[in-house]
């Protein structure tokens, strides 16, 4: 029978935190690199704990996200202060709003290139018609 302390205190190989996750072991080998998650060594053994993959669920989140590996790392960074979670809510609701108005900008910048697009196909069928 497994206690709630013996549960705590499993752990994952790289394979496995790569497998769940969905990602290479380089992709995972490289935020360790970048000092996002800090597995265990045991030898040349990498050991993930509970906070190594929450970590990086909150790193591929970020990602998906469009935030940079630093943004990222800031957010991340936070949880481990003073204020912990409120600080790291205010942090996040501030690039959330920032990343908002970039993508919001990128949004028409690509509806206007489609519309561009779609005028110009436009013409260059009138003018196969008239040349045909």
């Not at 265990?40 to 790193?59: A, K, P, Q, S």
């Not at 942090?91 to 990128?106: A, H, K, N, W």
Request: charged share 40%; net charge positive; with cysteine.
């Amino acid at each position: 029978m497994t206690t709630p302390a013996a549960t705590d205190e499993r752990t994952w190989t790289i394979r496995e935190v790569a497998e769940e996750f969905g990602v290479t072991h380089r992709t995972v080998r490289h935020y360790e690199d970048l000092g996002l998650i800090t597995p265990e060594r045991r030898g040349t053994t990498r050991v993930y704990h509970r906070r190594d993959r929450t970590r990086l669920n909150l790193i591929l989140r970020g990602k998906r996200l469009g935030f940079p590996l630093e943004e990222i790392r800031t957010i991340i960074d936070l949880y481990d202060r003073p204020r912990g979670k409120a600080s790291q809510l205010e942090y996040v609701l501030g690039q959330i709003e920032t990343r908002r108005t970039d993508l919001e900008q990128r949004r028409r910048d690509l509806e206007d290139a489609l519309a561009e697009l779609s005028e110009f196909e436009r013409r260059c069928r009138e003018d196969l018609n008239r040349l045909g």
